[in-house]
């Protein structure tokens, strides 16, 4: 117990209540108070010494504990901003080859290679991506070609609807008419309606190279339409610019630049679009909707430092994740899956996970509850896996091994896909496409039917169409893509081996 002198008042009180006598020679001027609710002059923490008179802060201490608050702030809302950082990125990035209109849509003509840099894409999806903008265009018309699917998200990266087989055409194809927020004029019949809650959406559509890539492409290239309802009787023809080879990032920033692709959202975008929390986090740092952000010398060093810190956080729950559900054997394995419990909506029992969102948006696109839902024999999953059976981080110059033990559960095909830590886009080697899988000419089994596949600069003698480069100093992850999966993998009676090294 700490004793701490009674002021006038509090005697005053203490006579009129009658627990003292003013003429009692026993009163004494000090009361007895818990320390558990006091503070000590002197505090040693994290950041610091903090040094207060009788709990009131010396200006020093009150910097210094301004400074970590509005750092950890700047943490937080660099976690909570990646979804919105991202699909800036996606909009801005594919400027560079020409895609600045909802109707120039990057089509992969050659699929995806490693010029791309774009967060765990794939060597063996035809995409077609374009960004909506019903503030410039209103209300938009998208003609989905019958094959395909897909998703429609906001500027907050989040869901808004599906194309394709989970969508109203239901893999048919049909016209879907995109209204901008508070659209309130008539909506003509004839389409299937989503209703935006942003001004930019991110459209991402896939189309099935089953009957061939050019089958694929040229399904694609006559079919898909976009344009604004307004021009609807004469729409402007849709241009479709090849993606593939082309140098392009479509990654948010780890740096201070960060908190100004996220200030470009905000600044754009209905401001009702987000929620009270949301906003008032980003107002704590200086992102406030119609007003400049401009923080001055202390703030801009805060916000660097929070955007390392935020940035270094991303990459713990990447790589060590402490959710059960990202785990897809336990905790034993390294093996994981984005969708942290197949929860493609990061909200547990009314609360929003932001680690379970933070994992997801730093290395993936795309948020549809469709991408969550394996049926056996239709769709496709996938693991991850970015460290060895040690838990170790995976070494470029090493030599690895993955063994996929026989019958790999996959309708259609699998691939395995390899991918640079630092862009978590596919790794960048002397392999233009570095996926090897069951559709790899060549690829040899061995003699139980199981594959082995190899992880190393050079390849093993005799293992070319089973090894995936590395490069000596760098990282890497791989992602194993199932496509038609079926009951073996949805129940876990297969499972693929851990990465080991090989010695």
Same mark, same amino acid.
């Given at each position: ?12 009180? &203490? ?86 209109? &909802? ?62 087989? &989970? ?28 209703? &935006? ?7 991402? @559509? ?55 692709? @996220? ?39 805060? @916000? ?31 093996? @994981? ?167």
């Amino acid at each position: 117990m700490r004793k701490t002198p009674v002021n006038g008042i509090a005697l005053a009180i &203490a006579i009129a209540a009658g627990l003292v006598s003013a003429e009692s020679p026993s009163f004494k001027m000090t009361t007895q108070i818990p320390e558990s609710i006091t503070t000590p002059d002197k505090v040693q923490t994290s950041i610091g010494k903090l040094e207060f008179f009788d709990g009131v802060p010396t200006k020093e201490t009150t910097a210094t504990l301004y400074d970590n608050l509005d750092r950890m702030r700047g943490v937080r809302a660099f976690l909570v901003g990646l979804p919105a950082a991202s699909t800036y990125a996606l909009y801005e990035g594919p400027k560079k080859i020409g895609a600045d209109r &909802a109707n120039k849509v990057q089509l992969w003509k050659q699929l995806m290679d490693s010029k791309t840099l774009a967060l765990t894409g794939n060597t063996s999806t035809l995409y077609a991506i374009t960004t909506l903008d019903l503030k410039s265009d209103g209300a938009t018309v998208i003609e989905v070609p019958p094959g395909m699917l897909g998703a429609l998200d906001s500027a907050w990266f989040k869901f808004v609807g599906n194309f394709g087989p &989970a969508g109203q055409d239901r893999g048919k194809g049909g016209k879907y008419l995109v209204l901008p927020p508070g659209y309130k004029e008539e909506v003509p019949d004839g389409y299937f309606v989503l209703k &935006a809650p942003t001004y930019r959406n991110w459209v991402l @559509l896939r189309g099935s190279i089953a009957k061939g890539l050019e089958t694929a492409v040229d399904n694609i290239e006559k079919h898909l339409r976009i344009y604004s309802l307004a021009k609807a009787g004469n729409p402007p023809a849709t241009e479709f610019i090849n993606a593939s080879g082309k140098p392009m990032n479509v990654i948010p920033a780890n740096d201070f630049s960060f908190f100004e692709q @996220l200030n470009a959202v905000v600044q754009y975008e209905p401001i009702d679009s987000l929620d009270p929390m949301t906003r008032g986090l980003y107002a704590s740092i200086g992102i406030v909707k119609d007003k400049p952000f401009k923080p001055d010398a202390r703030m801009k060093k805060l @916000l660097t430092e929070a955007a390392a810190i935020g940035n270094a956080t991303a990459r713990a729950i990447t790589f060590y994740p402490r959710n059960p559900g990202n785990f897809i054997y336990g905790k034993n394995s390294g093996w @994981l899956t984005a969708f942290a419990d197949k929860n493609t909506t990061f909200t547990y029992d009314g609360a929003y996970d932001v680690s379970a969102a933070a994992l997801f948006h730093y290395n993936a696109i795309g948020v549809t509850p469709a991408m969550a839902v394996t049926r056996a024999g239709a769709g496709s999953d996938y693991g991850m896996i970015s460290t060895d059976a040690q838990k170790r981080a995976l070494d470029g110059s090493q030599t690895y091994r993955l063994r996929l033990p026989p019958n790999v559960p996959a309708k259609d095909f699998w691939a395995v896909t390899i991918y640079d830590t630092q862009t978590r886009s596919q790794l960048q080697t002397d392999q233009q496409f570095p996926t090897v899988g069951s559709q790899t000419e060549g690829i040899q089994k061995n003699a139980d039917g199981s594959y082995d596949i190899y992880f190393s600069p050079e390849p093993p003698k005799g293992k070319e169409n089973n090894w995936l480069q590395t490069i000596p100093g760098k990282s890497w992850l791989i992602l194993l893509r199932i496509y038609g999966p079926e009951q073996a993998w949805i129940d876990k009676s297969w499972r693929p081996g851990e990465i080991e090294r090989v010695e």
